[in-house]
Structures are given as structure tokens and as C-alpha cells.
């Protein structure tokens, strides 16, 4: 993209889509997420000249070009092949990652029995991959996540952006029509803390691909402040 700051030189690894927690051989447990915002923050990261690695979930989409992908299923592959990868200069949590998995997965299909109303299954919390990678030993230089919210989002994006020790977080809305999951289109409110002070920025309604420039753009002026 012509006029576009560069990442050359950069190490970005890009999480996208879902992760799907198998309960037995043909069912799940998963979150809505088609892989749009995070296929288009790697596509935009790779047009920049950066070393663009996506680890995505189960998703139907192709793999941008100049991308290396990484598919995965679950919370549990994703952690681990995100770890993998470090170290890195940016890492940047798109991805719709289960927090729970269930405690035991059934190796044949669980059946209906007669009489029977309704089927209680155990949970457990998966890792946090985000808060895992922004108190790691390789950390890198800058970590982003994403919130999903449906209301409330200033204060659950702040929340997550101090527990999870982020350097940024995206938020944008879901639940609604023509924004966040599975669409093509999106609306990001950007947080951060510079100088102990809260800041924010907003960016869109706009394409998913369209945000994604603007993103690289406030992480980029983040990274060299
Ligand atoms: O994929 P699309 O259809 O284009 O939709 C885009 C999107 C709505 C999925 C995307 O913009 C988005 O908001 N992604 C994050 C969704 C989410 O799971 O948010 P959360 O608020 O539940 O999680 C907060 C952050 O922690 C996220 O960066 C998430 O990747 C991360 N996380 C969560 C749980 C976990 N076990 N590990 C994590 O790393």
C-alpha cells in the first residue's frame, strides 16, 4: 500500500477465527467468528513488507498473500503454536479463543437416552494465550488483543487491556448487525495508557480490510513512541 509506514524487519503473529472445543467425535463447542478481522490485519502486516504469520482457527478463508498459516482446532493448539512462535516483535489476539473446554472428551458420540430432559457437561477455563504471551519471558515488544463486548465496552476493554498486561486493545461491539463477527465490516475503539494517562482512538465503520491499515497505523506510532 503505497504511503503505508513499513514493517520491514518486523516478526507480527496474527491470531484469527474460533477455536472449536470438542465435546465428542461430532460435536463442539465454539464462538462465532468467521477469521475477517485477523486474515485482514495479516494480509495488511504482509503488504507492508513484515514477516506476517497467522495462526487461525477452523475458518473457510484463504490464506492471504505472503502470509505463512498455521491452522488449528482448539484453545489448547492455538496456545501452544502461538508460543511457539516467539520470539516476535508483535503479536496481535484476533482470534475468538474458547475460554472453556470441556473437563473430558467423549471418544464415541454421546447418546440420548429415553426419558432423559437434558445433559449437564463439566467446563473447565482454557489459557489465556493473550496473557500468556504479554508475561512471557520473549515477550513482544508490543501485544495487542481485541474485546469482544456487547455493552459496557469502555470498562471491559480497559479491565482486560491492565489484567492481561496489553500495550493496546482493539474493542468493538458484537452482537450487532453489520459489525464484529462475520462480517465484512467493523468498528475498532482503540485503548491504551501513555504517561499514565487513558487514551483512545476511533476508527470506522469502515471494511475489515480498511481497519486493519488503520490498526497497523496506531500500533506502528505505539512502537516508536
Ligand atoms: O473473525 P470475524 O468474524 O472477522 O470477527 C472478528 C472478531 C469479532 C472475532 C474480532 O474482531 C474480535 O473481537 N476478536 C476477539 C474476540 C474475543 O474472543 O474477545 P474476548 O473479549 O473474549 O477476548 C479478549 C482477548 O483475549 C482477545 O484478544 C482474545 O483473542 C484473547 N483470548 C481470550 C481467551 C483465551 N483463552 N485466550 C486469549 O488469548
Known sequence: MTGAASLSG??????????????????????RSSGKMGFAIAAAAA???????LVAGPVALETPIGVERIDVRSAAQMHAAVLALLP???????????????QQFASSKIKKRA????????????????????????RP?????????????????????ADKHLDLIAANRVGVEGAGFESDHNALTLYWRQDGRDCARALGPAPKQQL??????????????
Do not use: Q, W
Not at 118 to 132: F, H, K, N, Q, S
Not at 212 to 225: G, K, N, S
Open 212 to 225: 486493519a491499515e488503520a490498526l497497523l497505523d496506531v500500533i506502528l506510532e505505539r512502537m516508536t513512541a
Open 88 to 102: 516476535c516483535d508483535l503479536y496481535i489476539g484476533a482470534a475468538a479463543v474458547a475460554d472453556f473446554t470441556p
Open 10 to 31: 518486523l516478526r507480527i503473529v496474527v491470531s484469527a477465527g474460533p477455536t472449536f472445543e470438542d465435546i465428542d467425535p461430532v460435536r463442539f463447542i465454539g464462538n
Open 47 to 53: 503488504r507492508r513488507g513484515g514477516e506476517a504469520t
Open 141 to 161: 515488544r508490543m501485544v495487542v488483543g481485541f474485546a469482544a463486548e456487547t455493552d459496557t465496552v469502555e470498562s471491559y476493554a480497559r479491565a482486560k487491556l
Open 115 to 138: 426419558g432423559e430432559t437434558g445433559l449437564t457437561l463439566e467446563l473447565v477455563r482454557t489459557r489465556d494465550i493473550l496473557a500468556d504471551i504479554a508475561t512471557h519471558a520473549r
